[in-house]
């Protein structure tokens, strides 16, 4: 049976600008690539379950656990509200 499910734990998150500051903290790198009009850079942040992807605007929260996840703004957005 489907049943519905609340998240119930507090997370600690912040959104990823790119800064060196953020790159050093959560343990990002980066590649250039030259696949955009930019050659913007590719993030990588480094979890258990192997590098994920991670995109400036992307919220990089600490879960219960202490590990870091990257999680899309508008995803963000609509899952979690600030407490106070």
């Not at 030259?34 to 480094?46: G, I, K, M």
């Not at 202490?66 to 508008?74: L, Q, R, T, V």
């Amino acid at each position: 049976m489907l049943k519905e499910y609340r998240k119930t734990a507090i997370i600690k998150a912040e959104q990823f600008d790119g800064s060196e500051e953020m790159i050093k903290k959560y343990g990002i790198y980066k590649w250039r690539t030259f696949f955009t009009q930019n050659n913007d850079y590719v993030y990588y942040l480094p979890t258990e379950e192997g590098d994920l992807q991670t995109w400036i605007g992307e919220w990089i929260t600490t879960d219960v656990n202490g590990e870091y996840w990257p999680i899309a703004d508008d995803v963000f957005k609509k899952t979690y509200e600030e407490v106070d």
